[in-house]
């Protein structure tokens, strides 16, 4: 163990928080040693009582009012991002089928791995898009590609708030008017949020869109990533009434539960460390490290380009920089993600000023 802590404070390459002290309270409550489970839909309490729903749609409530749909809205707490995505394809997958529509999925090719892995594991016809060297969508190419589709297809769009490399951020503005412009019947998609890395910093943003009263159907986002849960966790929202058309009533008498999340049990224990943390910030709390991160994340891409270190970017109002990637031996120290000929920092909450003083000085040291 001695060897992760002290790996902790140069994890700069991946966006998780290393510890979180807030949350040793759990593994010493008495909490820790029970089995906690909950099991189907976090509504339905089910024939078995060893669950913390009570406690999941609490934490579940605080996201949907992050995103003002409180009173519309269905969700659960996933195993993490990658199935928070899953589900929302998956809703919008069922959705179409009962119109009796084709469903085509759309992505950007800069999108987290596992998207065009969900498509295949939801047997959904999938088209890459390319993207802007930024990595956001490029929309001319959503716009040639909704054209081409028949009247029997419906389509799945996965919209990126911080995709997983550069952290581009998806305009759902210039998505709405790619649709507008050709008039693809609304009732005909189903737009899904890929909010894994910024989805507690996003609705913070002055530039930010009210996703939901903007189309939007469903969401997912990592607990692990930017909440700092300790163990992996994410969050799926969806439109309640896309989640009935898309599914009806999945009662399931063997459980006493209703049939409506991926995995049938489901950790209870994840529930506790969300729903502890969302208590402990306050959406304020997560207002004020955000904006610290990416204040943060502009002091680095600052001295990156005082250094005269090359190819260094970061889209707006985002927390990860990208830069040629530096030797193997800072690649290994700093735990850095890299793809081709580029690194990537992720300024989370960890990473202070000092550390990052620390990093600049060891890349201006290896000479580039
Ligand atoms: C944009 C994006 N989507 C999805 C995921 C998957 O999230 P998780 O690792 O929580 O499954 C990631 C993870 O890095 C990501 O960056």
Redo the contacts with the bound molecule.
């Keep these: 163990m001695a060897e992760q802590i002290k790996n902790s404070t140069t994890y700069f390459g991946y966006?998780e928080v290393p510890e979180n002290n807030d949350l040793s309270i759990l593994g010493i409550s008495s909490l820790a040693k029970l089995h906690l489970n909950n099991a189907g839909d976090p509504w339905v309490h089910g024939n078995a009582k060893m669950h913390t729903k009570a406690f999941e749609q609490e934490a579940l409530d605080f996201v949907a009012h992050l995103y003002g749909i409180q009173d519309d809205y269905w969700g659960y707490i996933t195993s993490?991002?990658?199935e928070g995505?899953l589900y929302g394809m998956y809703t919008g997958r069922d959705y179409l089928v009962n119109q009796n529509l084709k469903p085509v999925f759309l992505f950007s090719d800069s999108s987290?791995y596992?998207i065009p892995k969900n498509a295949h594991l939801l047997g959904i016809r999938a088209i890459p898009l390319k993207a802007q060297s930024t990595g956001e969508m490029d929309y001319t190419q959503l716009e040639s590609t909704l054209q081409q589709l028949d009247e029997t297809e419906g389509v799945i769009l996965n919209i990126?708030l911080?995709?997983?490399m550069t952290g581009a951020m998806d305009s759902l503005k210039a998505i709405n008017d790619c649709i507008d412009t050709l008039q693809f019947p609304r009732e005909k998609l189903f737009l899904h949020i890929?909010a894994?890395?910024m989805g507690f910093i996003y609705p913070f943003l002055e530039t930010a869109e009210p996703l939901f009263k903007n189309g939007a159907h469903s969401i997912a986002m990592?607990g692990?990533?930017f909440p700092g849960a300790i163990h992996?966790c994410?969050i799926v929202l969806t439109k309640k009434d896309k989640h009935d058309a898309a599914f009806g009533d999945n009662w399931i008498p063997y459980v006493g539960s209703k049939d409506t999340t991926i995995s049938g049990s489901r950790n209870g224990f994840l529930a506790l460390n969300l729903w502890y943390i969302f208590q402990k910030k306050g959406l304020q709390g997560f207002k004020k490290e955000g904006m610290e991160c990416i204040e943060n994340a502009q002091y680095l891409t600052q001295k990156l380009k005082d250094m005269g270190y090359p190819d260094v970017f970061q889209f707006p109002n985002q927390i990860i920089v990208t830069f040629k990637k530096p030797i193997p031996e800072l690649v290994r120290k700093y735990q850095l993600a890299t793809q081709g000929d580029m690194a990537h920092v992720v300024v989370m909450q960890h990473i202070t000023p000092s550390r990052i003083d620390g990093f600049c000085a060891d890349l201006e040291r290896s000479g580039f």
């Design positions: 966006p993490g991002g990658t995505n987290h596992s990126n911080g995709t997983t890929d894994a890395l990592s692990h990533k992996p994410g």
